[in-house]
Every structure is written in structure tokens, then in C-alpha cells.
């Protein structure tokens, strides 16, 4: 990697440093014979960044549940395209995520959005394509949305992994209520973590803090007309052995449900 890239690492906050941990863990697994994420292109990207990952081997413990988003996360995209094989998908607060190579199908439009510094390191490292553009913008400026003001009228998937939680509540009902203004019909899936969560989140210097908790996933209806809870995910519905003995936890729903992925539908499309 190169003094720039080093440079630019280094500048990021806490919060965007948290973009190593999920690059770094789908570097490794993509080693594994029972692979959960397979991703050659954080493989090549960590072997490009001269940085010093002690901090995210330190939560190794941490890698499953990580991954096991990951996973989701791309299904869903894969499932939006199924159905919306040329619809538009907006990756919030992407780092240096490859879930374009991933699951692109030859016809989706990608756009990466993140700080301005991450955006510059992303560019450093990951080409854009016709299909694939990056912006550098905080999500809570939403003069972002700019840009995809002429697809307003296609079918919009937000992916927002590990990013709204690490917002105060008032902001994401902010970011939300407008995406719902701007693209009518549009689909949100993003992370859910119960307000116990957030109260007992360890403090440790390699992750940043989250903020926005959410009691009943269903309270984001009521922030603007229209919004609807498609569904939701947990991570132990579902045997994983990779999970080991917290695969129990499925057999107690209310600790097992504390943390989720959700997906809502944004308003009805305009006619």
C-alpha cells in the first residue's frame, strides 16, 4: 500500500475505522473449507493495506456474527434483484465493502456512499464502474440524495449495515422520514439492536459505540405514512454450527431477538 493510503487510514475516525473489522474478517474466512462469506477481493485488499490489524484479531470472538450479517445482507440484495434484476441498490456507510462483486448480476446500479475520507481511501483501492458509483458524503447530509434524484421513479434498495445503530435516534428518524419523502416505495434494511443492547455494549477502543435502539421494530411505522415491516432475521433461528454453544439461544427468544436485521418497505411508489 502506498504512504497515501497509510495516510489516509489513519485519518479516519473511530467509527470509520470500524470498515477493517468486516474486511479483515472476510479476509480470513474466505481461507476457511466452511466458508460463510466468500469474498477474493478482501483477501487482495488486505494484503495491499499496511496497517496494523491487532485490534480486530482481538475480536475473533466477534467473526460468526459478523459474518452471519454479511451473509444476510448480501441475500437480501440478492433477493431484490431477483425481483428487480435492473433496479437501483444504495450501499449507506459502504467502507470498503465489496458487495457489488458479490452479487452483482450485470445489470443493477450500485452506489457506495461514506464519509469523504473513506471515500478517498475506497477509490485508492476499488475501481467504479458505469454501474458502480461511489460518493463521499455523510449520510446525515443529505444532499447525497442528489444523486440518485433521476431514479427516484425505479425500485431503490437502502442497505444500511452497521451504520444506524451508531446514530442518535433523532437523526435516524430524521434520514428515514426523508427517504420515505424523496423515494416513495423504496425498500430499508438495516440493523436493529434492542435498547438493553446498547446499555451493556462493552467498551472497547477498536469498535465504535452504538447509540439507536429500537424496542419493537414496528415503531418505525408510525415515523411517516406509508412505512411497513416487510420482515425480519435472526441470527439464531437457524442451526449454525459456527455458532457453537450460542446456538442455544434460539430457545430463548427474547435473548436471542435482541439483535436483528429488518426490512421495511419506505411508503407506497408513486403512481
Known amino acids: ?16 475505522r470500524t470498515l477493517l473489522i468486516p474486511l479483515y474478517f472476510r479476509a480470513m474466512e474466505s481461507q ?12 487482495e485488499l488486505v494484503g495491499r ?15 460468526v456474527n459478523y459474518l452471519l450479517r454479511m451473509r444476510e445482507f448480501d441475500r437480501q440484495a440478492r433477493a431484490f434483484l431477483a425481483e428487480h434484476p435492473a433496479g437501483v441498490i444504495v450501499d449507506l456507510g459502504c467502507g470498503l465493502d465489496t458487495r457489488f462483486e458479490r452479487v452483482d448480476n450485470g445489470q443493477v446500479e ?29 449520510v446525515l447530509d443529505f444532499s447525497w440524495m442528489n444523486a440518485l434524484s433521476d431514479r427516484a421513479g425505479k425500485p431503490i434498495l437502502f442497505l444500511a449495515e452497521a451504520v444506524l445503530v451508531y446514530l442518535e ?49 414496528r415503531d418505525v411505522e408510525s415515523w411517516s405514512p406509508g412505512i411497513r415491516l ?5 441470527y439464531f433461528d437457524k442451526p449454525e454450527p459456527r455458532l457453537g454453544v450460542f446456538q442455544l439461544m434460539r430457545y430463548f ?4 431477538r435482541m439483535v436483528r436485521i429488518v426490512h421495511y418497505r419506505l411508503g407506497e411508489a408513486a403512481e
Open 169 to 217: 435516534e433523532a437523526d435516524v428518524k430524521r434520514l428515514v422520514q426523508t427517504l420515505a419523502q424523496r423515494f416513495p416505495g423504496a425498500e430499508l434494511v438495516c440493523e436493529a439492536y434492542s435498547p438493553v443492547v446498547i446499555r451493556s455494549h462493552p467498551r472497547q477502543a477498536a469498535v465504535a459505540q452504538p447509540h439507536w435502539g429500537l424496542k419493537d421494530d
Open 32 to 43: 476457511r473449507p466452511d466458508v460463510l462469506v466468500r469474498d477474493p477481493k478482501a483477501v
Open 110 to 138: 450500485w452506489y457506495g456512499l461514506d464519509l469523504p475520507e473513506v471515500i478517498e481511501l475506497r477509490k485508492e483501492l476499488l475501481e467504479e464502474t458505469p454501474r458502480s458509483h461511489f460518493i463521499g458524503c455523510s
Open 1 to 16: 500500500m502506498n504512504q497515501m493510503s497509510t495516510q489516509t487510514i489513519r485519518n479516519l475516525n473511530a467509527v470509520s
Open 230 to 234: 416487510l420482515n425480519q432475521w435472526y
Open 253 to 256: 427468544p427474547f435473548l436471542a
Open 49 to 63: 493495506l499496511d496497517c496494523d490489524f491487532s485490534g480486530v484479531q482481538k475480536l475473533k470472538k466477534e467473526q
